[in-house]
């Protein structure tokens, strides 16, 4: 288990790290950079740094050049979103997971709201199943394209023009999304019992033109980094995450299958329409940095091809249930559910209990971020720290989910 | 190296194509239907009617000042939200003749004296401030009409609604209380058979307290308007007090 | 008092002035090149606001930066701390000595021109050394001993690959290399491997592109600027854009034919002709495209990558270059074929096998670690 630090404590991480580089010395063990007056060295990439991102804290123990130990400091970005569900109807609630991994907001609405349909027994109709699942699979090729840009941004600032073009792509990701759901970014799309609006007209056409051009546009990013000799030499063998570590620090999500393990909820655990659709999990062999990103640009194109078939299955129908009526109050019967469901970065958990009453009885999120984050230290220790800073780039960490 | 030059070759590829800036704010991109970024009215589904009441509050409380509401007729009350406002009290206020507002909002030009010195003016002029001279003093002042109503709500001084002729005043200081002075508001109250704060349907009286004249010496103290005052007043001298007033109304008209 | 000393003064002070507005305008040229060549790459444009397409960013950004405040630290040598900004430009304008804008403009001809080229890159070196120094920042001292290790490790397959131009062209002045190259027979086409190693390592003299650690926003160590603000990084900053065209200058008459070009002879003004001015100007700001292009595509190298680069990769390459070109020279019937053929030969081994032989590399340190346990 690795030590985190929420910001209640936050000079604790400092006076720990501090006080392990005191006991190290005292155990005699030395130092390389002796002769400029460097031992080993505590360092704070603080909460506003390029390459963390969004405002994580790293405690770092440097020795020289390598990094000895890491303490992450969390708690800079909580927004008590665990808290709010307590006060809140169902209904009211639904904005809000939106907001935790906001990279990936569809899927994250879709993980509570698949939550509360199970407990409630709300089967959502036929044509908005394949609606979420278009949403869901455009938001991931969305914020792959952010993972992606941002961990070349890391390796290069400015130094290539990847993360301009990975942006500009999404852009055309998020009109669409603008056309059907109001919204670039905090959608408040789906619905119990379905999605809040029907797809407008031309949207499919749009849609469909959009993701024929999706292999085209990862064939661009692998053209910039699979063959350049720079990227390589900082990818290639760094940061490996064996099996061991992805089972001992449940890891999923790209992080897990660029090692080989083959554990995509889509597959293992199917919801929604998903045993209907053809594709397929993509695996990476080594667990370094490269493959994840090369996991990642694959499962663009997977998505890419998966929103092809349900456009072409997407039947008639209405949207909504129809059942609801204001004030839109649910009361769930007494129980607990829990479903996960496969964001971008991993298993995105939601576990609701429920006591009868309009209000849940208490919400809790298991965020893929937050349970990655907890192999850093085991992951950057001997690094180099440029290393680390490719490493941390490579695991594709948002704030959000990991503060709530 | 190879991989290099491929690279290469890839970023000159964009080197030809069209650029995506748009030149805000000459050029605008075109926002679709459904986003939640444009500003409009929204139309209630269950009345047809746009839920605004043009209550501006929204210009005064925007941070960039990029919204401007403009009513559809200059003269005209914004919409009435019936469920909200009693007919009674819509219906209850004169058209008030809006060119005595006109050196009032001259004088606020020339001399910049800010909103107050305005109202009170305004209120002088009709005894009280009517809904339509507030809207008038915005639409000339260009302060928002949410803005307006912030101050005149703030002060007592300020009226909204309509005062009889004459405002019967009750002073219900230390001294004035101990010598009685609940006692001559209930007589006024149930002679003219209005509650306290309000004006009867003929609009004759108001009725009104206060917490101190300064006239304790002449406690309990009453005062009609701002020139009469009566001291060491007596339930049956309120009594005919009124009846005095309403025989002076008489012979004015 | 004799004319001729007045005259001289007045020379003097006149090739001054010309140098260092060549270097300042070249600088607020390329800041502003730079800028917009990056949007166009990126599908966007660059700035375009101030003034008509933007002319007037760099004369803003100059004024932003006179306008800060003009602070040093209290431990930092004063001395020291405010001569270091002021001695970074010395190379930059020190260089155009030597450098033949057109025809007839060097009457110097100073025939030692491709040594006194080497000497002067290294005050770069001296100017970021003392400003690491002078800062009395540890992180800062750091940065600057960095940037001044890879500086120097880059100066030598420079120097080798100056050497190579200095037997080709039979002289070490600058004007005889320009002569070297007429009738279109530029080195680039005749030495292309040469070049090649050449323009690798003037991207790293300048601290651009690839090679652009010491001024890292995102690597955990400050850069020898961390402590400097106002126009005292301002002249750091504008040392490096001018640099940028200086090096290319450099470049261009060493392996672009200088200024060469068609209707050499057509407008001459007091014996210096004006055509050919174009023709260097154009070649010049093509290669300062290329270093732009070349910072786009290309991540930024680690240090230990960067300094194994050199050493393990330019160097030796270098060094071989040499003897070939010595044996060819020597022994070869037709030595400036055989010259060409070998070294287009050399470049072609060299850019098809180095991805092949770092993808094996790398493989191999992969199939070591292991995954499944």
Avoid at chain 1, 195 to 222: F, I, S
Avoid at chain 2, 116 to 139: F, K
Wanted: hydrophobic content about 45%; aromatic content about 10%; proline content about 5%.
């Amino acid at each position: 288990m690795s030590d985190f630090f929420t910001t209640a404590a936050p000079d604790e991480a400092m006076a720990l790290a501090l006080r392990r580089i005191r006991e190290s010395e005292e155990a005699g063990r030395g130092s390389e950079m002796a002769g400029l007056g460097f031992n080993q060295v505590v360092v704070n990439m603080g909460p506003q740094h390029p390459s963390t991102h969004g405002v994580l804290r790293l405690v770092v123990t440097l020795d020289g050049e390598l990094v000895k130990d890491v303490i992450p400091v969390i708690g800079y970005l909580h927004r008590c979103k665990e808290k709010l569900a307590e006060k809140r109807t169902y209904f009211q609630y639904i904005p809000i997971p939106d907001r935790t991994e906001y990279v990936a907001g569809m899927n994250c609405e879709w993980g509570y709201v698949l939550t509360v349909e199970k407990l409630a027994g709300i089967q959502p109709t036929r044509r908005a199943e394949f609606i979420r699942v278009i949403m869901a699979e455009l938001n991931r090729i969305a914020s792959h394209q952010v993972g992606v840009g941002t961990f070349v941004a890391d390796l290069a600032p400015l130094g290539t023009a990847l993360v301009f073009y990975a942006f500009r792509h999404r852009e055309k990701i998020l009109d669409l999304f603008e056309a059907a759901s109001g919204a670039r970014m905090m959608f408040n799309y789906f619905r119990f019992g379905g999605v809040r609006y029907d797809l407008p007209d031309g949207w499919v056409e749009q849609c469909r033109e959009l993701m024929l051009q999706v292999p085209a546009w990862c064939d661009e990013y692998e053209s910039l980094v699979n063959d350049n000799a720079v990227f390589l030499q900082r990818c290639m063998g760094k940061g490996v995450i064996s099996h061991d570590d992805v089972g001992d620090y449940a890891i999923t999500g790209p992080n897990a299958r660029a090692s080989g393990v083959a554990h995509d909820l889509r597959r293992t655990r199917p919801y929604s329409v998903y045993p209907e659709l053809d594709f397929k999990v993509c695996l990476g062999e080594h667990g370094d940095v490269l493959d994840r990103y090369q996991v990642r640009v694959d499962e663009m194109r997977e998505s890419a091809r998966i929103v092809l078939q349900c456009l072409d299955m997407l039947p008639g129908g209405p949207v909504q249930l129809g059942t609801l009526r204001p004030p839109y109050v649910i009361t769930p019967p007494p129980g607990a559910c829990y479903t996960g469901q496969e964001n971008p970065r991993g298993e995105y958990g939601t576990y609701i209990v429920s006591d009868g009453s309009r209000y849940p009885y208490r919400l809790k999120y298991r965020d893929p971020c937050f349970v990655n984050l907890q192999l850093f230290p085991k992951l950057l220790r001997g690094n180099k720290i440029a290393d680390a800073v490719a490493i941390s780039g490579s695991m594709d960490l948002v704030l959000g989910g990991i503060d709530r | 190296m190879l991989g290099i030059l491929k690279a290469m070759r890839t970023t000159l590829g964009h080197l030809p194509q069209r650029k995506i800036t748009v030149q805000y704010p000459e050029q605008r991109e075109q926002l679709p239907e459904r986003s939640r970024g444009l500003f409009r009215v929204v139309i209630d589904p269950a009345t047809d009617d746009p839920r605004c009441r043009a209550c501006t509050l929204c210009e005064t409380n925007c941070p960039v000042q990029v919204i401007r509401v403009n009513y559809e007729s200059k003269y005209a009350l914004p919409a009435v939200n019936e469920a909200r406002l009693g007919r009674e009290r819509t219906e209850s206020q004169p058209t008030p003749d809006l060119t005595l507002l006109a050196p009032v909002v001259d004088h606020y030009r020339e001399t910049g004296t800010g909103m107050m010195a305005v109202l009170q003016h305004t209120q002088e002029i009709y005894g009280y401030l009517p809904r339509l001279a507030l809207q008038e003093i915005s639409l000339e002042t260009g302060v928002s009409l949410s803005q307006v109503y912030g101050v005149v709500s703030f002060y007592n001084q300020f009226r909204l609604s309509p005062v009889g002729r004459f405002v019967i005043t009750v002073c219900h200081g230390t001294a004035c209380h101990v010598a009685g002075a609940p006692l001559i508001t209930e007589a006024f109250s149930g002679e003219l058979g209005i509650e306290v704060g309000k004006t009867t349907s003929d609009r004759l009286f108001t009725l009104q307290t206060v917490s101190c004249v300064g006239a304790c010496a002449l406690a309990p103290v009453v005062r009609v308007g701002d020139d009469e005052t009566h001291g060491r007043m007596t339930p049956d001298r309120a009594r005919a007090l009124v009846n005095d007033l309403k025989h002076r109304a008489e012979v004015d008209r | 008092m004799s004319w001729d000393i007045v005259w001289a003064v007045v020379r003097l002070v006149v090739a001054i002035v010309i140098a260092y507005s060549v270097v300042f305008v070249a600088a607020l040229v390329n800041i502003l090149f730079e800028r917009r060549m990056l949007g166009f790459l990126q599908d966007r444009l660059g700035p375009n606001r101030t003034g008509p397409q933007g002319i007037l960013q760099s004369v803003a950004d100059s004024f932003k930066m006179m306008g800060k405040e003009d602070f040093a630290p209290t431990a930092a040598d004063k001395a020291m701390f405010t001569l270091a900004p002021v001695m970074v430009m010395v190379g930059a304008v020190a260089i155009q000595v030597v450098v033949p804008y057109t025809k007839g403009w060097t009457d110097q001809n100073l025939n030692v021109g491709l040594i006194y080229i080497v000497a002067i890159t290294s005050f770069t070196v001296l100017a970021i050394l003392l400003g690491g120094w002078a800062s009395h920042n540890k992180y800062s001292l750091v940065g600057a001993l960095r940037s001044a290790a890879q500086m120097i490790s880059y100066e030598l397959p420079m120097i080798l690959a100056l050497l190579v131009v200095a037997m080709a062209a039979g002289s070490l002045s600058l004007n005889a290399v320009v002569a070297a190259q007429s009738r279109y027979q530029w080195f680039a086409f005749t030495m292309p491997f040469t070049f090649l190693l050449f323009f690798i390592a003037s991207i790293a003299e300048l601290n651009r592109g690839p090679f652009d650690l010491p001024e890292s926003e995102s690597e955990l160590v400050a850069g020898y600027g961390t402590e400097y603000s106002g126009m005292r990084f301002g002249m750091f900053f504008l040392n490096e854009y001018a640099g940028m065209t200086i090096m290319s200058m450099v470049t261009v008459t060493l392996f672009l034919g200088g200024w060469q070009g068609p209707f050499a002879n057509a407008l001459v003004i007091h014996g210096v002709a004006l055509v050919p001015l174009v023709w260097f100007l154009a070649k010049v700001y093509l290669l300062v495209f290329a270093l732009v292009w070349i910072r786009l595509s290309v991540p930024r190298l680690q240090v230990d990558q960067l300094m194994g680069f050199a050493w393990k990769v330019l160097i030796p390459l270098g060094l071989a270059n040499i003897l070939a070109t010595a044996a060819v020279l020597l022994w070869a019937p037709h030595w400036k074929l055989a010259m060409a053929v070998y070294s287009w030969i050399f470049l072609i081994a060299f850019v098809g096998l180095f991805d092949a032989v770092l993808r094996w590399r790398l493989n191999r340190l992969r199939r070591r670690l292991v995954v499944l346990t």
